[in-house]
Structure formats: structure tokens, C-alpha cells
């Protein structure tokens, strides 16, 4: 009789010659699979936290106790990697003294700012489910989070404090980041030590966050995230590092961050960052020529960023009045990003690279991403399917999955694909079927060379009259033009075509570009079905934190306004 684990050794390696080497994809299975080495990951029957795996993987860099891990780019101030594991170790303590306890959820509502890592790994060191949240969100958007979550604890500042529910929702035990109380939790021994060492025992599959998802079709969603799909995520990130430049101090990269920390990229960067040893400046609020200033001053290397930012610096003549040599890698998330932008970008910045990926927050920051030079040369993808990911294209209409070169509703499976939505089984299931595979919403489609494109999201495509029109595609359009320093497509309702496009468009300062010369510029480079047939001038474009646009915001926003010029 063949054992299982022979006959399950067999199977695979069956599948794997049915698996096309150069895109990735298994015509027996009609389902990609990542054309990188597989990781290694800890048997799940292993109890781990995050903590203790990033803090692990942090033993094997070329960090020194004396490099730095944060910096705050206002004040310069600086803390070492022996303080920080210093401040971790006190701080998980000084929690376990307040009866905060595994499986617990505590709730952050804090800018960025040094203190932040900190709690993040000392609350996950514990077991306790991290949920931060934007603190610029409105009150009643903070009182849907926090029913949602259900916290034992509040972490917010003296500043965002005000916003926590109060009456029967009231949170019962809130710290304050900005107080004394706080600061004395992060050096209640003073001890320097190697590794947060507590006696929590935590499983792999407990959950480790409850993040929010951008909310752009429809109210807010709780993402529960465990710790193994973090450890999946990180360990992707170690494995597929840069090598050290031995041209920077300790050989690892500084990196800027610009992102929020509540979202899910900044999250997760945050995390590969300290497994890999690097240096983190951080901003509590991002300003664009601070961002120069920082980048100049603290000879920034890396930075994750959001589309936008691309966008600004493509097309900033305050770019070039600060010394940005030291910076060499982009890695661009969170939105799409035209070639067009890209290729205007290296152009003008050309030791500098763009590495696109994709990800959502449902699927814990996995998805794709780019790791080389040779891949960010494909300026117009997002990049290849992460290590130990699995994706497959399905027929928005039919279900029936598709091969290369034909788009349709992105599917990820994968380790760090989330457990589900807080509270809500319905919207669970709508996304996440019994196979494991997550419906991203997403049209796209995958090259003969296992690159991902996306075409658009599947909901936000304009319906005019027969057609399809992706928004991104409109959008990518007019970003291209000099006098457009930004702009967002949207459908508008119209008797006769069901919808059409729409454009809000940011003028250049001092431009006068006109409704009809940006319809003009448009409907010289699509087809007639695509043209953009309504145009308003706005100062901005509203976006979530990773740089999606609220196109709903726009949408009701347009109806209200009718004709009215912005």
C-alpha cells in the first residue's frame, strides 16, 4: 500500500507537468501558480506569534544593536534596535499587568509616530488582535469600527482621544500614546533584551488584526488577519530581499514612510522592515516637500508608496530642487499606476526604480509584487505572483476559469488570504468560497509570462450603452496631459447611453485648459464609446489612505452638484 504522503508527493509532482514554465499557468488545473521557489513556513501545529517570528528573522540581519530602527522625521529623534526591543519587552509586561490578555482586541487610534511599532509588536507578542484606524475618521465611522471590534482597550493621543464612543459604547479603558503613564509602561525594567519573552502561548492561527478595508464599495469591513498569515507574508519578504548595499551603513536600506500605519501596507512594511534590520523614518503626517527635505537630509533609499505620490513627483518642479540621489527603489501599491506615469517618472528620475505589486487588504499584503530590475522593467504590470500564492482568471459572467492573455475577475489563494470579515458571515461568503479562494473584484489578466495586468475594478466599470469602459484606463489618459496635475472618471446616469464617463479633472496652477480641449484630448486616443462626455474642474480628488480614488464620493457629489461647475 503507497503511503499518503507518497501518493500526495506523487500528485504534485504530476501537476507540476502540466505547469507551463514561463507564465505559470496549469492547463489541467486552469489555475496559475507563482513561478517562484516556494518558502519554508513553521509547521501551523507550532505555537508563534508575529513577534516572535519577525523578532527571529531580525537576529539573522546585519543590524547592530546601535542602528537605528526609527527615526521621526520632525524631530531627527532616534531609537535603536536595543531600545526598541528594550521598549517592546517593558511594554508587553506593563500590558500583562493590566489583565490585557490573548484573544483581547485593542483598538489604536494614533497618527504615526514612534511609539506605534512598538505596540503593534508588543500587543501581538501577547496575543492580543491588533485593530488600528484611521484617526482622521469621523466619529461615526469610529463608533461602526469599534462595534465592529468590540475592544477590551483603546490606544489613541490626547488629539483623537475625543472621537471614542461614549455612553453605552464607551471603550472602559483608554491610553493615551502622548502621556506620561504611557512612557513610563515603555521602560518599566529598563532591561536590554534580546527577544520580547513573555509566557503567552500563541497559536498560529489566532487572530492577530482586524484591519479595515477602504470601504469604496460599501460601509467599512472588519478584515480578520491571523498571525500565520502575516508569518507567510513576512516570510516572502525576507526570503526575496535585496541583497545588502554594501555602500549604506550596516548595508540595509533607510526607508521613508509616508504610508498610514493602520493600513494594511504600511502594516505589513513596517513588520518586513524590522525582520530584515532596516532603518524607518517616519512621517506623522505626510507633506510633500517635507517628504524631499526627509529623503535629502536622511539619505532615504527605499520608500513604499502610494500612486499618487508617483504621480506628484513625475510632475513637481519642486523635485528638482533637492538632492534625491540616495533614493533607488519605489515600491508602489494600493492603486493602479499608468505606464505612461511610469515611464514619465524614469525618465526624469532614472537611477531610480518602480516596483509595482498588488494586494488587498483581504488578502494580508500577498498577492503580487515585483523583486528585480528585470521585472520592474515591465512598466505596465504589477508584478508576478508571490511565493506560495495561487491565482486564477474567471469569467465574470460564467465562473469558467480563462489562460493567459484573456481578462476576467482575479482569484487568490494562498497562506495569507484573511479569515474572513468581523461580524459578518454574508460578505464572507460573497468573497471567500469553500476552496479558499478570494474573489478580489478585480478584471484582469495574466501575460505568457506570469505578469499580472489590471484592467479595472469589476464594479466601477462605466456601462455606456452596450460597452464597457474601465475608469483607469480614462484616467491614465488624462494624467498623461501637462496641464492635468490629477484627475478621476466616474459614471454619471444618462437616459439615452444607461451611463456615461465623466471626468473631474485638478488643473496644473495657472493652466486654463478647458472642458472641451479635455474631452478633445481623450477622444483623439480611445474609441468612440469611450469618450469622456462631462467634465468638472476640482482642487482635489478625494482618495482612501492607499491612494484609491472614493469614486462614490465623487459620484454623489456629481449628482447633487447636476451641471454646476467645481
Excluded at 503593534?120 to 461615526?140: D, K, M, Q
Excluded at 500605519?261 to 512594511?269: A, I, Q, S, T
Excluded at 480611445?526 to 480614488?549: D, E, T
Aim: net charge negative.
Amino acid at each position: 500500500m503507497v503511503k499518503p504522503s507518497t501518493m500526495a508527493e506523487e500528485s504534485a509532482a504530476n501537476l507540476r507537468l502540466w505547469i507551463d514554465p514561463k507564465s505559470g499557468y496549469c492547463s489541467h488545473t486552469k489555475t496559475f501558480h507563482s513561478l517562484r521557489p516556494p518558502v519554508p513556513l513553521p509547521p501551523l501545529s507550532q505555537p508563534l506569534s508575529l513577534t516572535q517570528f519577525t523578532l527571529s528573522l531580525l537576529q539573522s540581519s546585519t543590524a547592530k544593536p546601535t542602528t537605528s530602527v526609527l527615526i521621526d522625521a520632525a524631530s531627527g529623534r532616534h531609537v535603536s534596535y536595543q531600545t526598541f526591543l528594550s521598549q517592546i519587552h517593558s511594554l508587553t509586561l506593563s500590558l500583562q499587568s493590566l489583565a490585557l490578555s490573548k484573544g483581547h482586541v485593542a483598538f489604536i487610534l494614533s497618527p504615526t509616530s514612534l511609539h506605534v511599532p512598538v505596540l503593534y509588536f508588543s500587543l501581538l507578542a501577547l496575543g492580543v488582535v491588533v485593530s488600528p484606524a484611521n484617526p482622521i475618521g469621523s466619529e461615526s465611522e469610529i463608533a461602526h469600527q469599534v462595534r465592529l471590534t468590540q475592544p477590551a482597550i483603546a490606544f489613541a493621543t490626547s488629539a483623537t482621544a475625543n472621537k471614542l464612543p461614549k455612553g453605552d459604547d464607551k471603550i472602559r479603558s483608554i491610553i493615551l500614546l502622548d502621556s506620561p503613564e504611557f512612557l513610563s509602561m515603555l521602560d518599566r525594567d529598563g532591561s536590554s533584551v534580546t527577544q520580547s519573552d513573555t509566557s503567552v502561548e500563541v497559536n498560529q492561527t489566532d487572530p492577530a488584526a482586524i484591519l479595515f478595508s477602504s470601504g469604496t464599495t460599501g460601509r467599512v469591513k472588519g478584515v480578520m488577519l491571523t498571525h500565520c498569515n502575516f508569518i507567510a507574508l513576512i516570510a516572502g519578504i525576507h526570503a526575496f530581499r535585496r541583497e545588502p548595499d554594501p555602500t549604506l551603513p550596516d548595508g540595509q536600506g533607510v526607508l521613508l514612510f509616508t504610508l498610514p500605519l493602520f493600513h494594511v501596507f504600511g502594516f505589513c512594511m513596517v513588520v518586513g522592515a524590522v525582520a530584515t534590520g532596516e532603518t524607518l523614518v517616519l512621517m506623522e503626517r505626510f507633506e510633500f516637500e517635507a517628504m524631499l527635505r526627509a529623503v535629502e537630509r536622511h539619505k532615504i533609499s527605499y520608500m513604499p508608496v502610494s500612486p499618487p505620490l508617483i504621480v506628484a513627483l513625475a510632475k513637481s518642479e519642486l523635485a528638482q530642487k533637492y538632492d534625491l540621489s540616495s533614493l533607488r527603489f519605489l515600491g508602489c501599491g494600493g492603486a493602479p499606476l499608468s505606464k505612461e506615469v511610469v515611464d514619465r517618472f524614469c525618465e526624469r528620475f532614472p537611477s531610480m526604480e518602480i516596483g509595482q505589486g498588488y494586494a488587498l487588504t483581504e488578502t494580508g499584503g500577498g498577492g503580487t509584487r515585483m523583486i528585480d530590475s528585470e521585472e520592474c522593467s515591465r512598466r505596465a504590470s504589477v508584478g508576478r505572483l508571490a511565493e506560495n500564492m495561487e491565482a486564477k482568471i474567471a469569467d465574470p459572467e460564467t465562473g469558467e476559469a480563462l489562460p493567459p492573455g484573456k481578462s476576467g475577475e482575479l482569484w487568490l489563494r494562498g497562506p495569507t488570504i484573511m479569515k474572513g470579515y468581523v461580524g459578518d458571515d454574508k460578505a464572507t461568503a460573497e468573497i471567500l468560497d469553500e476552496d479558499g479562494w478570494l474573489k478580489t473584484g478585480d478584471l484582469c489578466y495574466f501575460d505568457d509570462e506570469g505578469f499580472l495586468y489590471i484592467v479595472d475594478r469589476l464594479k466601477e466599470l462605466i456601462k455606456y450603452k452596450a460597452y464597457q469602459v474601465p475608469p483607469a484606463e480614462l484616467e491614465h489618459i488624462l494624467q498623461s496631459h501637462p496641464d492635468v496635475v490629477d484627475a478621476a472618471v466616474i459614471p454619471y446616469p444618462d437616459e439615452n447611453a444607461g451611463q456615461i464617463p465623466m471626468a473631474y479633472v485638478v488643473r496644473k496652477p495657472g493652466s486654463n485648459i478647458t472642458e472641451a480641449q479635455v474631452m478633445d484630448f481623450v477622444a483623439k486616443q480611445v474609441a468612440p464609446y469611450k469618450k469622456i462626455r462631462r467634465v468638472a474642474f476640482i482642487n482635489s480628488i478625494q482618495k482612501s489612505p492607499s491612494g484609491k480614488i472614493l469614486r462614490r464620493e465623487l459620484v454623489t457629489h456629481a449628482l447633487a452638484t447636476g451641471s454646476s461647475k467645481l
